[in-house]
Nanobody
Framework: QVQLVESGGGLVQTGGSLRLSCAFS????????MAWFRQAPGKEREFTAA????????DYADSVKGRFTISRDNAKNTVYLQMNSLKPEDTAVYYC???????????????????WGQGTQVTVSS
């Protein structure tokens, strides 16, 4: 059974930083993409960042480029989202997700991600 568990959310001031972690358990998915999505109150879930199964393949939403960095440690079965220069508009519940299709191009479409974590709240105060 696959499980994704996020951690690292919290309350931070504008300009601050947080690092989210997503630990996944179950079958090995080292050739699979993982992603972060976020959902703010009253808004739809939106793509934030994705990391492919190779080190040099990443993708970011325009709103977070240059501020967020996604990385993964396959030995620890963990994916990270380093968030710097946080803004109030980054406030949301952040979810990690797993694309079970092996070795596919990255996608920002949530329909291709089969497994999801329970989410972690990030609040940025102004």
């Amino acid at each position: 059974q696959v499980q994704l568990v996020e951690s690292g959310g919290g309350l931070v001031q504008t300009g601050g930083s947080l690092r989210l972690s997503c630990a996944f358990s179950g079958p090995t998915f080292r050739r699979n993409a993982m992603a972060w999505f976020r959902q703010a109150p009253g808004k739809e879930r939106e793509f934030t960042a994705a990391h492919g199964w190779t080190e040099d393949v990443t993708d970011y939403a325009d709103s977070v480029k240059g501020r967020f960095t996604i990385s993964r440690d396959n030995a620890k079965n963990t994916v990270y989202l380093q968030m710097n220069s946080l803004k109030p508009e980054d406030t949301a519940v952040y979810y990690c997700a797993l694309d079970i299709r092996p070795a596919r191009p990255l996608t920002s479409d949530p329909r291709y991600y089969t497994y999801w974590g329970q989410g972690t709240q990030v609040t940025v105060s102004s």
